[in-house]
């Protein structure tokens, strides 16, 4: 019994889910990216050089709307083990 109980224990010591976040509206100037919102699959390709053949790679695009909608927080996951962040703004 004791085994069972420790057993079940482990398996509820999960972290709990996050709620999924609400999407931040772009405002003024930044509404004219709302295009680029979303998730989005890319394919590319490294051409040949003297040293390399030429390779395509796949990667992953998500673009979010971010601080109060004023910029869009990017995030590439690929080509590979590939991890890039950016943000884009509007300063008048």
């Known amino acids: 019994m ?3 109980l420790a057993l079940v224990m482990v398996v509820g010591c999960g972290a709990p889910r996050a709620a999924p976040a609400r999407p931040i509206p772009l405002t003024g100037e930044m509404t ?3 295009w680029y919102v979303g998730d989005w699959a890319c394919k ?9 053949k030429e390779s395509t790679w796949d990667a992953t695009v998500n673009v979010r709307g971010d601080a109060g909608g004023g910029v869009v927080a990017i995030h590439m996951l690929g ?3 590939n991890s890039t962040a950016e943000i884009k703004g509007y300063d008048p």
């Open 44 to 52: 590319g390709t490294t051409f040949a050089t003297k040293e390399d």
């Open 79 to 81: 080509p590979a083990d």
């Open 32 to 34: 004219k990216l709302s």
């Open 2 to 4: 004791s085994r069972l």
